[in-house]
């Protein structure tokens, strides 16, 4: 079996998962978005990978934007474009298609439409519940509007893929109710992990701290800061705590914690660009506790990947995430942090304050996650199921070959989009 992985964003989980199953005798083409900022996981091609992995990156012709939305849309659309060509040159038996928009999901199924090929939808975040309520936060009806277009476009999706994997139960019990109503029997569950091959646990005092961090207590937030993460709860850390606040990440959420602790005089809060793959581990190990925010509208629809690398990292966690987040409850269940409501500001600073206070118990969590990571995080038994779920679509695929003539549209052939 031929596999094309397609992972926008190109998380390392991802690309770990790509090797992983071509260890198992899948050809795969792991395919990601070059242009996309965020963290990179392994997503270039490596000495030491198995012969039947290959990795691609696809480009677009400008600078992504991502504050921009009319220019991100169109950018979008020539991605979407891009991967479709990928899909349709390599003729894989198979695509399993994450993180992506909806346009470009709408692509990409068109390319296995006309090759015959299965289409598996890893649902990584509920695409048209988080649009509608971003762009409800200052225009409800048009939210309202925008969200019933979409997620009459992504339930078409959800619908005619040959596999449905979800992150989360809480997915499958939203896609199944009233707004939705999809038929969600067939759709399976795994949770997203980290790459605990990636994340050994290292001393604090490490080489990369030494060069990069400052003597005594640190608060770390590592990772994307985007519209459903809220900038200003690491400046009130900064404010009210007595340690330095360190944001490893860029773009405009980035800009915003540095241009306000700047005008405000406070000198311990550090902003420094995203850290790579391999240094993460030992940036990690210099934190004495680790955060991860999701403001309330994101809900049970998007689960901070960051949160499994802090878990795998053995460091204790201050969330200020909602309390149905599945990220959340994974938390409080093993006692691998403390997370506060979004928007009650003052348990989330009180919550710093008993980890910055009790050592021990910042030792308690940390511990507590990294023997959850060691339990959860089994690539081989992931692999496996990802295998399973793989090998049956593409015995059942729903989408045979169409022939298409020129300047037909994705809607003359159920999907949506113009070829």
């Known amino acids: 079996m031929k596999l094309l992985l397609h992972d926008y964003s190109g998380h390392a989980f991802t690309a770990q998962l790509g090797r992983a199953l071509a260890c198992r005798g899948i050809e795969v083409v792991y395919a990601s978005f070059e242009g996309f900022e965020t963290p990179k996981g392994r997503v270039a091609g490596m000495t030491d990978d198995p012969a039947s992995f290959r990795a691609v990156q696809v480009s677009i012709s400008g600078k992504f934007d991502k504050d921009n939305l009319l220019k991100r849309h169109r950018q979008q659309l020539e991605y979407a474009r891009r991967i479709r060509e990928l899909v349709l040159a390599e003729r894989p038996d198979v695509v399993l298609s994450a993180n992506a928009p909806i346009e470009v999901q709408e ?17 990584q975040d509920i695409h048209a519940e988080a649009i509608e309520r971003i762009i409800g936060k200052a225009n409800g009806v048009l939210g309202w509007l925008v969200g019933a277009y979409y997620r009459g476009k992504e339930a078409r999706l959800l619908r005619n ?26 759709m399976v569950v795994i949770e997203n992990w980290a790459n605990i091959a990636d994340m050994p646990v290292a001393s604090r005092d490490n080489a990369w701290v030494r060069q990069n961090m400052r003597e005594g207590r640190r608060v770390v937030y590592s990772g994307t800061l985007a519209r459903k993460h809220n900038p200003d709860l ?26 306000t602790a700047a005008a405000e005089g406070l000198d311990n809060v550090i902003v420094r660009p995203w850290v790579s793959v391999d240094d993460l581990p030992s940036m990690l190990a210099g934190a004495d506790i680790v955060v991860a925010i999701i403001e309330a509208e994101a809900g049970v629809f998007s689960v901070p990947s960051k949160v499994l690398s802090y878990l795998a990292a053995g460091k204790p966690i201050l969330a200020s995430i909602p309390l149905e987040n599945l990220a959340a409850v994974n938390m409080m269940r093993e006692g691998a942090g403390l997370v506060a409501a979004p928007g009650d500001k003052a348990a989330l600073i009180r919550h710093g304050h008993t980890l910055l206070e009790q050592p021990e118990l910042r030792a308690r969590m940390g511990q507590a996650g990294r023997a959850y990571a060691e339990k959860a995080f089994d690539i081989e038994a992931i692999a496996a199921r990802f295998e399973h779920i793989l090998r049956r679509a593409a015995r059942s695929s729903k989408l045979e070959t169409v022939p298409v003539e020129a300047g037909e549209t994705i809607s003359d052939l159920g999907i949506g989009e113009r070829v």
């Open 161 to 186: 893929s040959d596999a449905v994997v979800v992150i989360a139960e809480a997915f499958r019990e939203v896609l199944a109710g009233p707004r939705w109503g999809l038929d969600v029997a067939d």
């Open 234 to 259: 690491l400046l009130e850390l900064a404010r009210q705590l007595d340690a330095d606040v360190y944001l490893f990440a860029q773009g405009s959420g980035a800009d915003i914690v540095r241009d």
């Open 107 to 123: 692509h990409v199924m068109v390319a296995c439409r006309l090759l015959g090929a299965a289409f598996v939808f890893w649902v």
